[in-house]
């Protein structure tokens, strides 16, 4: 069983993670008890864990591993954080069913871009701010992975 004990930095807050890998068994123990995960690499130094019943994507390097959930707030105000260019992401597999604006359409904070079919839902992703769509990587009827770029807003 190989164990690794590492520093980790969790929606912005630094916490000391231990991970133990047995094979494709994986234990994950953060100061709150060890807990069984499913560890998939989707693609080079990107990982989708699901833990709890939670998607997390992992981004590791050799110095540096950020585990960001999309769906957490990013700020405790609603409005910060949101200057400059803004990247809408997917924020778990699905179905693109419909785009709802185009490249370079004027929009308003909370309007909807993007509409997502997962599990047989249907989630309408909505502008984190007001400005105006500079790219649209989607396609209606393709499939998208969690945290898949879908739009980006500026």
Not at 24 to 41: K, L, M, T
Not at 49 to 78: H, N, T
């Amino acid at each position: 069983m190989s164990s690794i004990l590492r520093n980790v930095r969790i929606n912005g807050r630094q916490i000391q993670v231990r991970v133990e890998q047995n094979g494709s068994d994986w234990r994950i123990e953060a100061g709150n008890g060890a807990r069984n995960a499913s560890v998939v690499e989707v693609e080079p130094g990107v990982y989708s864990i699901l833990l709890d019943g939670r998607s997390y994507e992992v981004r590791a390097s050799e110095l540096d591993i950020a585990v960001e959930d999309p769906r957490e707030p990013r700020k405790s105000s609603g409005l910060a954080g949101l200057e400059g260019r803004q990247t809408l992401r997917a924020p778990m597999p699905g179905k693109v069913v419909r785009i709802l604006v185009k490249e370079g359409d004027a929009i308003e904070r909370g309007q909807g871009l993007v509409v997502i079919e997962a599990m047989k839902m249907q989630n309408e992703l909505k502008s984190p701010k007001a400005g105006r769509v500079v790219s649209i990587s989607a396609a209606e009827g393709a499939a998208v992975a969690a945290a898949e770029v879908l739009a980006v807003v500026e």
